[in-house]
């Protein structure tokens, strides 16, 4: 009798502890138009794959009692996603709010450990009110262990942030140190300081979406990586997002069997690139031409348009694309955008994924505002970031690589394995305009005609320099190629360079720029 009431006792309390905050708190959640932690994880996961932890943590250690939040705000364990392992945690708002404090943080430290410690992706799934004010310094205690997990375990997991709801103060901080964070439209907030006390305080008046919500931080800020109209349309990014990724640093990035012919060749792209070189074209276009067909995967698409990131597949096998795009600020590097390509540039690098860039830049972007906030520390970064990077590299130039823009990009004296150039390249310290008229300032101001020796000399220049040839022959480029040819020199660079091997001076680490 007495091991029937301990059975059905297990039975009760399992059953509670579904229900979260109770039937009430979790129709309040529906009516909000959002899904409780534990639908989350369902869609999330691949089916009846989830293992729940620790789901009878209280605040103490007193026996459970009726009124016991049950699991602590947070539903942690692990599962698979497409027949991978991963290990998750969903807080749960129906439980005080989500609130953390000192057991919802060993919680998720916990199940953080195990990922690492089992080498497997961390996906948290966000929704919290904040810190847990009732266990004062405690709940501080909670988010600074999550932090240094965060950080020591940076470059060996992937990690991924869904936020699915609220994520003020302190508590944003985690997912900013995380790789990936995807939000939703119109139900995901983030800020460090909400409305009402920047209002006390600077008497700025913003309401919580204009402060901190999806479209802010994918445009804006740079703080997320994607968004998603629904919470459904989150999690399926967060699937896809894992497809192109590694389970840990010590494994490559997962190849799939391929389902483009290797060997295309496309003829559109020898016409892309116009003849007038002040007229733009789309680099996303050329990219979608050469990957695998629909394997374009872009990361913060809204952010600092002017430059591209994302992931690709080449025969069947990921890699990290960055690009320059054109049509957007004639593909000029600014300071978001140096941000935008070194945290990607270095994200591959952690994880083994191969980069491949595509060049097309009149250089950085000038200007006092540029200058006054750093651009030269934000342009070192992806000096550091590829220099860094022993991955395979191939670069192409399509059309401009100017100064500092060449340099920075993937040149072979960063440590690129393979660069190509196409027949429209050019490669130069700058346009021809611009070094015409500081080299031949005298001759252009004594010549009979001024205007018409001007031109002259821009054509002589850009025949003897701003020519892909003028670089093969220095050796800067290894190949001028046809365009349409692009996808299969891509490929087997690829394949010739993927058992590289680079021994980095023994370090503790480095010292990026800031």
């Known amino acids: 009798m007495a091991k029937k009431n301990a059975n059905e006792k297990l039975i009760e309390l399992r059953k509670k502890s579904k229900l979260g905050g109770g039937e009430k708190r979790i129709a309040k959640q529906h009516e909000k138009g959002k899904l409780t932690a534990r639908e989350r994880l369902a869609e999330l996961l691949d089916p009846a794959s989830f293992h729940e932890l620790e789901p009878f943590v209280a605040q103490n250690s007193a026996p459970l ?51 690492a410690q089992n080498g497997a992706p961390i996906i948290g799934l966000i929704d919290s009110g904040g810190a847990r004010i009732q266990e004062g310094v405690y709940s501080l205690k909670g988010y600074a262990e999550i932090f240094r997990r965060n950080s020591n375990y940076s470059g060996v997991v992937p990690q991924i942030s869904l936020i699915l709801g609220p994520c003020a103060g302190g508590a944003a901080y985690s997912p900013a140190l995380t790789d990936f964070i995807v939000m939703v439209e119109k139900q995901s907030h983030m800020f460090i300081t909400g409305p009402n006390v920047i209002k006390e305080i600077t008497g700025e008046e913003v309401d919580f979406e204009n402060l901190g919500g999806a479209q802010v931080h ?81 990361i913060q698409p809204t952010f600092a348009t002017h430059a591209i990131v994302g992931f690709a597949r080449f025969n069947g096998c990921p890699v990290g694309i960055v690009a320059q795009e054109p049509s957007a600020l004639a593909g000029i590097i600014d300071i978001d955008a140096s941000d935008k390509i070194t945290r990607f540039v270095r994200f591959c690098d952690a994880f083994n994924i191969p980069l491949v860039t595509f060049v097309d830049s009149p ?70 305009e611009g070094a015409v008229n500081i080299i031949h300032r005298k001759e252009i101001n004594n010549a009979d005609d001024p205007k018409a020796e001007r031109e002259r000399l821009i054509g002589e220049y850009k025949e003897n320099y701003l020519n892909p040839y003028t670089a093969a022959k220095a050796g800067i480029i290894d190949e001028v190629i046809l365009p349409s040819e692009t996808r299969v020199k891509i490929i087997s660079a690829l394949s010739i360079t993927k058992e590289k091997h680079v021994q980095n001076p023994a370090r503790k680490h480095g010292n990026p720029p800031a």
Not at 89 to 96: E, G, I, L, S
Not at 251 to 262: G, K, M, R, V
Request: aromatic share 8%; proline share 5%; glycine share 8%.
């Open 65 to 115: 009692e009726k009124n016991d939040p049950f699991a602590n705000g947070v539903i942690t364990g692990y599962g698979q996603i497409n027949g991978r392992k991963v290990f998750v945690y969903a807080q749960d708002f129906t439980v005080m709010g989500g609130s953390l404090g000192e057991m919802q943080s060993h919680k998720i430290c916990r199940v953080m450990d195990l990922a």
């Open 218 to 298: 994918m445009s804006i800020s740079g703080v997320a990586s994607l968004s998603a109209k629904t919470e459904l349309e989150s999690l399926s990014l967060c699937r896809t997002l894992l497809g192109y990724l590694p389970s840990n640093n010590m494994e490559n990035p997962p190849c799939i069997a391929p389902s483009d012919d290797p060997f295309r060749i496309d003829k559109e792209l020898d016409t892309i690139i116009p003849e007038d070189v002040k007229k733009p074209y789309n680099m996303h276009e050329v990219i979608r031409r050469v990957v695998d067909r629909n394997s374009f995967f872009e």
């Open 363 to 432: 250089g950085f972007l000038p200007g006092i505002n540029q200058e006054h906030k750093g651009i030269i520390r934000h342009g070192a970064k992806i000096l550091y970031a590829y220099s860094e990077a022993s991955v395979p590299k191939v670069s192409i130039v399509t059309r401009r690589a100017f100064g500092g823009a060449y340099i920075v990009m993937s040149s072979k004296y960063l440590g690129t394995d393979i660069n190509y150039a196409w027949p429209t390249a050019e490669i130069a310290v700058m346009g021809a």
